[in-house]
């Protein structure tokens, strides 16, 4: 389909000018305003809308999507609150429990603004199949958006008490290249518009896995082009623990693992200091900034400004729903422009487009997907259209940043992904939601009873 866009309120593009957008085989080839609709082009009407890139969420765990709000874990911190959600629930994850919870929580972030995800998916074990694996590839392709499946894994059961207190036995590292180099042969796709990506992702990188683990891991990803992730410096305990079990600081110990990089990227980095920001700066290593669950679990606030100021590439994470329970880009970026005035005691700290650029082309540079991100010709048609003509939205002066400042709840008219309409009028294409609600209803409910 080609597709003319036109007469949007604003566009958040290099020019103030713009208001239309030509589409055509899923690549913008036009901006402009008054431009006149092609025989072939469907139009859409932008009328009360404004425009902005697909964001791009760089750090979730979409299995999370249904341990929302677990009683036993709300108050507390990380390492308790791993012991008490993730790690007593996803041994019972079904393939078909997790096919409709990842069509929950990327339903969450397509309603949101979100084009693509980065799930650092980790439900694997000594006697995984790849069924449950397939469900979250299976359920980005049936709703069009653009996925990173983040391999996780682990060899050890470590120094987190959540992981030790599990009945779960680990991967080999056999086990880990073996099923990764199926699961790359299978979906990875290269190119910055692709829409499948895998990414050696161990699980916590201090606490799971040894050094000839991790550079194994590093090994193998460089020799096939794949970016590497992890968890790093959340909380305190990170970097005690590196000193503790390596006789060195966190991120010399991820030096030495050869796990900095250009194609590499940390979630949370909440504990980085001067010393670490300097060495992630130098080698090009990004974060996945994820403020609200580090809000939620009382991590801390991440020092993402001091990084951007050394250079680092700052993107944004909605983490996992079960310590982030919105599940929402914009929600993610609003707190993000919010958080560091009350951190810095600058009402100038950050700025909407700041927060913005984040969510957006930081994130697709960051994951390899470089041919999106931006609204500019030549790019990928990820765009995103939020329904101004709404009264929450009705008396704000700043047009463009307006989605941004007021944050949730936001209303989606049309949202595209390489050019395919993904989000009409509110409703994201290809799924009913009354069934969705009513799948991952039952299937809390029979979660509820196997692991009580």
Known sequence: MHYLIQGAKAVFTDSDQVTDIRIRDGIITELGKGLV???DETL????????????????????QSILKGIP???????????????FRFWPSITPELMYHTAKLGLFELLRSGATACAD????????????????VWQAADDLGI???????STTTKGSHRGMKASTIEPETLGQIIERMDSSRVRYHQDGGMAMRKLVVAPTSFIHSSTETDLRACAEYARQHGLKLH????????????????????????????????????????????DYAIKKLAETGTGIAHCPTSNCRLGSGIAPALDMQTAGMNITLGVDGSASAESGSMIQEANLAWLI??????NAA??????????????????????????????????????????????GVHATLEAPLLCGEPVEIKYSFVQGKIVVEDGCVQGLDEAELVANVQQGVVDLIKKVS
């Not at 650092?120 to 469900?135: P, Q, R």
């Not at 503790?244 to 250009?262: H, P, Q, S, T, V």
Request: charged share 25%; aromatic share 10%.
């Open 230 to 273: 992890s968890h790093l410096l959340e909380v305190e305990f990170d970097e005690i623990a590196a000193q503790k079990n390596f006789g060195m600081r966190a991120i010399d110990y991820a030096e030495k693992c050869n796990w900095l990089g250009e194609d590499v990227w940390f979630a949370h980095l909440v504990w980085a200091d």
């Open 72 to 86: 036993e874990g709300l108050n507390h911190g990380l390492d308790d609150w791993l012991a008490s959600v993730p």
């Open 340 to 345: 560091h005035r009350a951190d810095k005691k």
């Open 37 to 39: 609709p092609a025989a």
């Open 120 to 135: 650092h998916h980790y439900l694997y074990h000594a006697g995984s199949t790849t069924e449950v694996e397939d469900a």
């Open 349 to 394: 700290a950050t700025t909407a487009d700041m927060a913005i650029q984040w969510a957006t082309k930081n994130g697709a540079d960051l994951l390899g997907l470089s041919g999106t991100g931006e609204i500019k010709v030549g790019k990928a048609a990820d765009i995103v259209l939020y329904n101004m003509d709404k009264p929450r939205f009705a």
């Open 146 to 152: 653009r996925l990173v499946l983040c391999r996780g």
């Open 44 to 63: 859409i009407d932008a009328k009360g809308c404004v425009a902005y890139p697909g964001m791009v969420n760089t750090h979730h765990h979409l299995f």
